[in-house]
C-alpha cells in the first residue's frame, strides 16, 4: 500500500529547500554527499513510518520526527560505508602482490620481532586480531577514517598485549621493567611518524585548505564563523554550507595524502634526536 506523505513545517525549517540544505550539510558532513541524494534520504525516513499507518489518505509528519529519522539513516549508511571502506582496506593487507600490503606486513614483522614473538605469532595472526576489533568498534558507532593508521596502532595494542600474556604465562615473576620501557620507546617512534607523515601530508594542501583545517579542529569555530574569517577581499563572505563542504573536501584530501606517504615516512635527524 502506497502513502502520501505531507510534511508539517516549523519555524527552524519553514520550507523542503530549507530542510533538504540541511540533510544535504549532514549527508556532506558524513561524507555521503557523492553516493546519495537527499531524496533518497527522506525517502527512507518516511519509510520507515510507513508500517504504523493504516490508511490510504495523506499522512503528515512532524518536521522533528523526519529530521530525527533522516540522521538516523545516514548514521546508518555512514556506519555501513566505513565498515565498507574498511574491509577494503584490511582485505588489501592480505594481497601477496600488493605493495602496500607488503610494506605494512613487514612493519608488523619488525614489531613482533622486536617485541620477540617473530617465532610464535605472524604479522597477519596479528592484523586479523586487530580487523576484529575494529569491526566491533565501527558496530559500536566509532568512525575510523583512516584504515591504515587505525590498524597501524591497533596492531600494536595487540602485539603488546601478546607480550605481556607470554610473560605472565612463562615467568610469573619477571620484572616487567624492560617490556614495559620498549613498549614505551616504541610507542614513541610511532608516534613521532605519526605526525612528521601528518606534516608532509599537510604541506600538500593548499593555503585555503590548511586554514580551513586549522580554525575548525584547532580553534573550534563554527562554520558559519569560518566562512566570514577565511573570505577574500571584496569578496562576499563563504556560506556556512560552502564552508563545511570546502573543509570536508579539504579533510579527505589530507586523509588521501597521509595514506599515500605513511607507509614509506622516515624521520628526519632532527626529529629522531
Given amino acids: 500500500m502506497e502513502h502520501a506523505f505531507g510534511i508539517c513545517f516549523d519555524a527552524e525549517y519553514p520550507d523542503i529547500g530549507s530542510f533538504e540544505l540541511f540533510i544535504q550539510e549532514s549527508l556532506t558532513l ?51 560505508e566505513n565498515r565498507q571502506k574498511f574491509d577494503h582496506a584490511v582485505q588489501a593487507l592480505f594481497d601477496d602482490n600488493d605493495p602496500d600490503s607488503l610494506s605494512f606486513c613487514a612493519s608488523i614483522t619488525r614489531t613482533l620481532r622486536q617485541f620477540r614473538l617473530s617465532g610464535t605469532y605472524e604479522a597477519k595472526d596479528v592484523i586479523a586480531e586487530a580487523y576484529t576489533r575494529g569491526v566491533k568498534h565501527i558496530n559500536a558507532g566509532t568512525r575510523i577514517d583512516i584504515p591504515l593508521a587505525w590498524l597501524r596502532g591497533s596492531c600494536l595494542h595487540v602485539i603488546s598485549e601478546l607480550k605481556r600474556k607470554q610473560l605472565k604465562s612463562d615467568k610469573p615473576k619477571f620484572d616487567h621493567a624492560d617490556c614495559i620501557t620498549e613498549d614505551v620507546v616504541l610507542c614513541d617512534m610511532i608516534l613521532q611518524e605519526d605526525l612528521w607523515a601528518l606534516q ?69 635527524d632532527t626529529v629522531d634526536s
Fill in 30 to 80: 558524513h561524507q555521503l554527499n557523492g553516493d546519495h541524494t537527499v531524496e533518497y534520504i527522506i525517502k527512507q525516513a518516511c519509510n520507515r513510518y510507513e508500517s504504523s499507518v493504516d490508511t490510504t489518505s495523506i499522512v503528515k509528519i512532524r518536521l522533528a520526527w523526519l529530521k530525527t529519522s533522516c540522521l538516523e539513516v545516514i548514521s546508518e549508511l555512514s556506519q555501513a
Fill in 200 to 268: 608532509l601530508a599537510l604541506k600538500k594542501l593548499s593555503k585555503e585548505e590548511r586554514q580551513l583545517l586549522c580554525v575548525r579542529i584547532f580553534k573550534g569555530l563554527s562554520w558559519q564563523e569560518i566562512g566570514e574569517s577565511i573570505s577574500r577581499p571584496n569578496a562576499l563572505p563563504l556560506s556556512p554550507g560552502t564552508a563545511r563542504q570546502r573543509g570536508s573536501r579539504a579533510l579527505q584530501k589530507l586523509r588521501q595524502h597521509y595514506d599515500s606517504i605513511r607507509e614509506d615516512v622516515q624521520l628526519p
